[in-house]
C-alpha cells in the first residue's frame, strides 16, 4: 500500500512543476520532494509550450531512505495541440521501474484527445487494453497544468475548473486563487519574493471505488507558489506543499531552473 501512495503522490506533485509562458520556450526544471523530514524523490524535467503545441516530459527517482525502502524510477511524457481554448492530448507514454519489475504504458487518442486504448507491457509481456470513454475536458493531469498555464500567463489569475477522464477514473480538478505570500530563501532551494498562491483540488467521483489518496486530495487542497524567473520574467513554481497525506506532509522546492526561448 505503502508503495502504490508514494508513487501517486509522485505523479500528482510532478504534473505540477512546469509553468511557463503562452511563448515558445524550453525549461529544464530540477526539484527535490519531501515527506516531512526525508528527501523522497529528485525530479529533472523539460517543458515547452508553443504556440499551437506543448510537450512535457518528467523523469522522478526516489532518493534517501525511501529509496533503500521503495526504489522507484518513472518517466513520463505528454504532447498535444492547442485547438483554440481547448487542448488535445496527441500522445502519453509512461515507463517505471522498480527492485521487482519494468512496466511502461501508452494511451492511443482518437482526434479530439479522448483516450481510445493503452498499450501495456510488463516484465516483458504486453496487453492492450480498450478504454472506456466519457466526456471529460482532459485525459492525463498534465494536461490538465498546460490549460491552467495558458491562463495563468494570459491573466495572473489561477482560478479555473475543469475535468478529467484518465481512461478509468473521472475527476473534477479546481484551482483557485489563494492570495500573495513571501516565499523565503531557504537550504532547500535559493529561490524567494513575493509569490502568488494558488490551491488545487482533486476530486474523484465516489462512484470510481474508495482511494485513500485521492480521498485526501479531495479534501486538503494542494498549494503552490509562484514566483517570476530574474532573468526571463516567466513565472515557475517555486514550492508545493500538500498537507496531511497518508506520507505526512509533502513539500517539493524547486532546486533550480535553465529557461531557453
Not at 508513487?7 to 515558445?24: C, D, H, R, T, W
Not at 534517501?64 to 496527441?90: C, M, P, Q, R
Not at 485525459?139 to 495558458?150: E, G, I, N, T
Request: net charge positive.
Amino acid at each position: 500500500m505503502k508503495v502504490i501512495l508514494i508513487k501517486k503522490a509522485l505523479v500528482i506533485l510532478f504534473a505540477l512543476l512546469p509553468l511557463e509562458s503562452a511563448q515558445a520556450v524550453m525549461t529544464k526544471h530540477s526539484f527535490n520532494a519531501f515527506a516531512g523530514p526525508f528527501n523522497i524523490a529528485k525530479v529533472d524535467f523539460e517543458y515547452e509550450l508553443g504556440k499551437d503545441d506543448y510537450a512535457i516530459t518528467s523523469n522522478v527517482e526516489t532518493n534517501g531512505t525511501v529509496d533503500v525502502l521503495y526504489h522507484f524510477i518513472g518517466n513520463y511524457a505528454t504532447k498535444g495541440i492547442f485547438n483554440g481554448s481547448k487542448l488535445v492530448t496527441k500522445d502519453y507514454f509512461y515507463q517505471s521501474q522498480t527492485r521487482f519489475s519494468k512496466r511502461n504504458k501508452k494511451i492511443i487518442y482518437n482526434e479530439n484527445g479522448e483516450p481510445l486504448k493503452a498499450i501495456y507491457n510488463k516484465n516483458g509481456k504486453e496487453k492492450i487494453k480498450k478504454l472506456s470513454q466519457r466526456k471529460a475536458d482532459f485525459s492525463d493531469l498534465q494536461s490538465v497544468f498546460a490549460f491552467m498555464v495558458r491562463k495563468f500567463y494570459l491573466t495572473g489569475d489561477c482560478a479555473s475548473k475543469t475535468t478529467l477522464f484518465d481512461g478509468r477514473s473521472f475527476f473534477d480538478v479546481e484551482f483557485r486563487n489563494a492570495g500573495e505570500e513571501y516565499v523565503e530563501k531557504t537550504k532547500y532551494s535559493p529561490f524567494s519574493g513575493k509569490a502568488k498562491k494558488c490551491t488545487m483540488y482533486i476530486n474523484k467521483k465516489k462512484e470510481e471505488g474508495d482511494d485513500t489518496l485521492w480521498q485526501t486530495m479531495s479534501s486538503v487542497p494542494i498549494c503552490f507558489w509562484i514566483l517570476k524567473d530574474a532573468a526571463t520574467n516567466l513565472p515557475f513554481i517555486a514550492k508545493i506543499l500538500v498537507e496531511n497525506t497518508p506520507l505526512g506532509d509533502i513539500n517539493a522546492y524547486t532546486t533550480k531552473i535553465e529557461v531557453k526561448k
